[in-house]
């Protein structure tokens, strides 16, 4: 399968060499020990943007009170249908508020001391899909 705007890039080829893929999106994050010198590039920058947005409860950031997510608020809460909803629409208002992503599909189950949030999503420049898992613990924090 062809990428728009590249011709002759494969996407999922069988043979042992990666197709080449320039680096689009650059960024540096002090939370991912593995990469280099800080350094993320394209698809996992996209992916440590997003969990950095669902690691803060929205109302934390200085001069920025909209930036996070209510899902913090809402581990304690009973899981009824409004509250899914509510968690719903926080999860595709944050995933769709980067325009390298969009939100295909979210599911909210209840765990063990905390909430599941199971997120289909499609990384618009590489017409990627996949689905993120992400554990909101009362006690641990998001994993």
């Given at each position: 399968?062809?990428?728009?705007?590249?011709?002759?890039?494969?996407?999922?080829?069988?043979?042992?060499?990666?197709?080449?893929?320039?680096?689009?999106?650059?960024?540096?994050?002090?939370?991912?020990?593995?990469s280099i010198?800080?350094?993320?590039?394209?698809?996992?920058?996209?992916?440590?943007?997003?969990?950095?947005?669902?690691?803060?409860?929205?109302?934390?950031?200085?001069?920025?009170?909209?930036?996070?997510?209510?899902?913090?608020?809402?581990?304690?809460?009973?899981?009824?249908?409004?509250?899914?909803?509510?968690?719903?629409?926080?999860?595709?208002?944050?995933?769709?508020?980067?325009?390298?992503?969009?939100?295909?599909?979210?599911?909210?189950?209840?765990?063990?001391?905390?909430?599941?949030?199971?997120?289909?999503?499609?990384?618009?420049?590489?017409?990627?899909?996949?689905?993120?898992?992400?554990?909101?613990?009362?006690?641990?924090?998001?994993?």
């Amino acid at each position: 399968m062809a990428v728009q705007g590249y011709n002759n890039l494969q996407i999922g080829s069988t043979n042992s060499q990666k197709p080449f893929l320039p680096r689009t999106y650059k960024g540096f994050s002090t939370v991912n020990s593995n990469s280099i010198k800080g350094s993320l590039y394209d698809l996992t920058l996209i992916k440590q943007d997003l969990i950095n947005q669902f690691y803060i409860r929205k109302g934390e950031k200085l001069e920025n009170p909209e930036f996070g997510t209510i899902i913090w608020d809402m581990i304690f809460e009973p899981l009824t249908e409004q509250t899914k909803s509510l968690i719903v629409n926080d999860v595709t208002v944050i995933v769709n508020s980067d325009p390298r992503i969009k939100s295909i599909q979210t599911i909210v189950t209840q765990v063990k001391l905390g909430l599941q949030i199971e997120l289909t999503l499609m990384y618009v420049p590489y017409n990627i899909q996949e689905t993120m898992q992400l554990t909101f613990d009362q006690s641990n924090g998001i994993s």
